[in-house]
């Protein structure tokens, strides 16, 4: 294209807005068709156009947009019949202008072609390079990795560390260190971290997306033999007896004929594979916390409770795994506030049939006498909706304030003298 015409444009300022706007038309389109507004533009500026088109200014003011199907008969009437709009943009712009449709197509291609060269080289994680061609939500972030060229080496990795899990337990940072020389490089907030775990998340038979709930996390990595965390980790008990391969652990043993309290860290936790109560027992009462566990153990010194110390952990998880195997019934008592009950269904949705709420009922919510305000906290309860706690949670909304453990403890230590009577 002759150079005096593209100086011609250059030279005329409102034509880089103008161009601007037939660019993004025809990335759309694909085709030097539709038109563009003229509202953006001033007076100036369409009179510019209007020399241009052979028009006056009034006649494309009243027109309020330009086609470039238009544009394009008057470049060509301009003695350049070879010239499109189409080629005159890319000179001006000097790089090629494509369909954004056939942009999207190529990268898909591409995209396809890399994900099919990872499934020949790493077939036996091809079950997650599956999931990934599915472009979930929770995929995005790993499609941006593999776009940006940062995927082949973490794949690398990852692949790496799924071919070499432990057979027996391995602590994670550990088998970092092992599979990467770096303690770290696994870490949960790390890229490969979050690789990894998703890529056990799927392979471990999963199609929905990871949880980015830490004790999900831990039972996952649990499940092929990765500790993360196995002292700060732990669960309270009283009265429950633990055995391993049918033999009584004597530490268990001796606090259990002494009535007293056990913090148990997962790390020993992870040596028991059986629990047992009093014959005479078949449930157990779960509390979240510390403070409300204590007086309950006070006041019933042989009853069988469980602490978890707010949200579940791995250790009070598998404890109440345990108990669930061998048969007893979980009763779990929490606050009347979004995280109490989200707590509660969480264990009845784990446990469906081995699970029920202790003094969970609207008459006990009244009874602790709620004076602290619910406030934007409200908003938690939409999640809860439709899980069995619907009419409790509207009269939470409607008195407007959160009801505590606290305020009913005189109720919860009669039920455990009742049940426990010496």
Same mark, same amino acid.
């Given at each position: 294209?002759? $150079?005096?015409?593209?100086?011609?444009?250059?030279?005329?300022?409102?034509?880089? =807005?103008?161009?601007?706007?037939?660019?993004?038309?025809? !990335?759309?389109?694909?085709?030097?068709?539709?038109?563009?507004?003229?509202?953006?533009?001033?007076?100036?500026?369409?009179?510019?156009?209007?020399?241009?088109?052979?028009?006056?200014?009034?006649?494309?003011? =009243?027109?309020?947009?330009? %086609?470039?199907?238009?544009?394009? !008969?008057?470049?060509?009437?301009?003695?350049?019949?070879?010239?499109?709009?189409?080629? *005159?943009?890319?000179?001006?712009?000097?790089?090629?202008?494509?369909?954004?449709?056939? /942009?999207?197509?190529?990268? =898909?291609? @591409?995209?396809?072609?890399?994900?099919?060269?990872?499934?020949?080289?790493?077939?036996?994680?091809?079950?997650?390079?599956?999931? /990934?061609?599915? @472009?979930?939500?929770?995929?995005?972030?790993?499609?941006?990795?593999?776009?940006?060229?940062?995927?082949? /080496?973490?794949?690398?990795?990852?692949?790496?560390?799924?071919?070499?899990?432990?057979?027996?337990?391995?602590?994670?940072?550990?088998?970092?260190?092992?599979? $990467?020389?770096?303690?770290? @490089?696994?870490?949960?907030?790390?890229?490969? &971290?979050?690789?990894?775990?998703?890529?056990?998340?799927?392979?471990?038979?999963?199609?929905?997306?990871?949880?980015?709930?830490?004790?999900?996390?831990?039972?996952?990595? *649990?499940?092929?033999?990765?500790?993360?965390?196995?002292?700060?980790?732990?669960?309270?008990?009283?009265?429950? /007896?633990?055995?391993?391969? &049918?033999?009584?652990?004597?530490?268990?043993?001796?606090?259990?004929?002494?009535?007293?309290?056990?913090?148990?860290?997962?790390?020993?936790?992870?040596?028991?594979?059986?629990?047992?109560?009093?014959?005479?027992? =078949? @449930?157990?009462?779960?509390?979240?916390?510390?403070?409300?566990?204590?007086?309950?153990?006070?006041?019933?010194?042989?009853?069988?409770?469980?602490?978890?110390?707010?949200?579940?952990?791995?250790?009070?998880?598998?404890?109440?795994?345990?108990?669930?195997?061998?048969?007893?019934?979980?009763?779990?008592?929490?606050?009347?506030?979004?995280?109490?009950? %989200?707590?509660?269904?969480?264990?009845?949705?784990?446990?469906?049939?081995?699970?029920?709420?202790?003094?969970?009922?609207?008459?006990?919510?009244?009874?602790?006498?709620?004076?602290?305000?619910?406030?934007?906290?409200?908003?938690?309860?939409?999640?809860?909706? &439709?899980?069995?706690?619907?009419?409790?949670?509207?009269?939470?909304?409607?008195?407007?304030?959160?009801?505590?453990?606290?305020?009913?403890?005189?109720?919860?230590?009669?039920?455990? !003298?009742?049940?426990?009577?010496?």
């Amino acid at each position: 294209m002759p $150079t005096d015409w593209i100086t011609y444009f250059k030279e005329r300022p409102a034509y880089q =807005k103008l161009f601007t706007d037939f660019k993004k038309k025809y !990335q759309s389109l694909g085709k030097s068709r539709g038109s563009v507004s003229l509202k953006p533009f001033e007076q100036a500026e369409i009179q510019e156009f209007a020399l241009f088109l052979g028009m006056t200014p009034e006649e494309l003011s =009243k027109k309020q947009k330009l %086609s470039l199907q238009l544009f394009e !008969q008057k470049l060509i009437g301009r003695k350049f019949p070879d010239i499109t709009l189409h080629q *005159l943009l890319e000179h001006y712009f000097e790089c090629a202008i494509r369909a954004n449709k056939d /942009l999207l197509i190529e990268k =898909k291609n @591409r995209e396809q072609a890399t994900i099919n060269h990872y499934k020949a080289s790493y077939p036996e994680i091809t079950p997650w390079l599956t999931y /990934l061609e599915n @472009r979930s939500a929770d995929t995005f972030w790993i499609w941006g990795l593999i776009n940006e060229g940062n995927f082949a /080496l973490e794949v690398a990795i990852i692949y790496q560390a799924y071919q070499n899990l432990p057979t027996t337990l391995e602590r994670y940072p550990l088998f970092s260190q092992r599979i $990467t020389g770096d303690p770290h @490089r696994f870490d949960l907030a790390s890229v490969t &971290g979050r690789l990894f775990l998703h890529l056990l998340h799927i392979m471990l038979g999963n199609q929905t997306a990871p949880s980015k709930l830490t004790e999900a996390v831990n039972e996952q990595l *649990l499940a092929v033999n990765l500790l993360r965390d196995d002292i700060s980790n732990f669960v309270t008990l009283v009265n429950i /007896l633990g055995l391993k391969a &049918g033999n009584y652990h004597p530490v268990w043993q001796a606090a259990h004929q002494q009535h007293s309290v056990l913090n148990v860290p997962l790390r020993e936790l992870l040596l028991i594979d059986e629990v047992q109560l009093s014959p005479t027992s =078949k @449930r157990v009462f779960v509390v979240e916390n510390s403070g409300v566990f204590s007086s309950l153990v006070d006041a019933a010194p042989n009853a069988t409770l469980v602490c978890t110390h707010g949200q579940f952990k791995l250790a009070g998880l598998r404890l109440l795994d345990l108990l669930v195997s061998a048969g007893y019934l979980i009763c779990y008592s929490g606050d009347f506030d979004p995280e109490g009950l %989200s707590m509660a269904l969480r264990l009845a949705e784990r446990y469906p049939k081995n699970c029920c709420f202790w003094r969970m009922e609207i008459d006990d919510y009244l009874a602790t006498n709620p004076t602290v305000q619910l406030g934007a906290r409200s908003n938690k309860f939409a999640a809860l909706q &439709g899980l069995g706690f619907d009419k409790l949670i509207a009269k939470i909304e409607a008195v407007g304030r959160i009801g505590y453990q606290e305020g009913i403890i005189e109720s919860l230590i009669a039920d455990l !003298q009742s049940e426990y009577l010496s």
